[in-house]
């Protein structure tokens, strides 16, 4: 018996938090019944686990999928406003595969979909501080000092952002404009935007060029393709974390020398 949420995140229809608010919703039944307490157990072999009365089926294979996300698509597989959603560009896709994290409807750049709930919920995860790498173009030139005060962390709604990583990128200087590289390991809503108008240099135009290990300045805005066996282990090392990755070395080094 497993934890409801847990189920549905592994049969790749949604990550754990997201699989929480379907069942809230009152969205998810199980033998019939609809289920709302989110500490509800449910074997995925015997009962019969649906949402929105379509059956939860365990998966067999794992897709990983890397998109150029364009401007104008909402990261979701579905819009109450009926906008256009980053499910609509994967053409031939016949896995329920959903996004992880979430990129904003005015920007652009690298998303991952899978229906590996396992990863998904580790790349999302805080703790494990998987980082994200956006260039950000912004009205003015910021200065040392506001470099540093993106740097340092931003106040924002109360909580201090994390530490990251800002470079003023030298094609992106001129008297009205600039072009920085943000690193960060959080993942609020509209994060960079924010901090960007913190500081009194608003985002005009924002695209995510790195997830973790991932890059691909070759994908064109709107394609997608498959991720390669080597840069799924990569990203699965990225998930760990940085405490989990130490400890995974050391016992694949503990092996080696034991069979030296």
Request: some cysteine; proline content about 4%.
């Amino acid at each position: 018996m497993e934890r409801l949420q847990k189920i549905l995140s592994h049969a790749g229809i949604a990550s754990r938090r997201a699989s929480e608010q379907l069942m809230l919703e009152g969205r998810v039944t199980v033998n019939g019944v609809t289920v709302r307490e989110l500490g509800t157990k449910a074997d995925p072999a015997h009962d019969d686990i649906r949402v929105d009365g379509r059956r939860v089926k365990v998966v067999e294979h794992h897709r990983y999928l890397l998109l150029n996300k364009p401007r104008g698509y909402v990261t979701t597989r579905s819009d109450p406003q009926r906008r256009p959603t980053v499910i609509d560009l994967l053409r031939g896709v016949r896995e329920y595969v959903y996004p992880v994290g979430r990129l904003d409807f005015d920007s652009e750049g690298l998303l991952l979909l899978t229906n590996d709930g396992d990863l998904a919920a580790r790349l999302t995860h805080p703790r494990h501080g998987v980082a994200r790498v956006y260039e950000a173009r912004v009205l003015g030139v910021p200065d040392a000092h506001d470099l540093d005060r993106l740097g340092r962390g931003i106040v924002i709604d109360g909580r201090r952002t994390q530490s990251a990583g800002v470079k003023l990128l030298p094609h992106g200087r001129d008297a009205k404009e600039a072009t920085l590289a943000i690193t960060i390991h959080e993942g609020r809503n509209r994060q960079v935007r924010d901090m960007c108008d913190a500081i009194g240099h608003p985002v005009t135009h924002l695209k995510r060029v790195a997830i973790g290990p991932l890059k691909d300045a070759k994908l064109k805005v709107g394609q997608w393709r498959e991720l390669t066996e080597d840069e799924v282990r990569r990203l699965q090392d990225a998930a760990l974390g940085d405490a989990a990755r130490a400890q995974h070395k050391g016992h694949k080094g503990h092996r080696g020398r034991q069979n030296e």
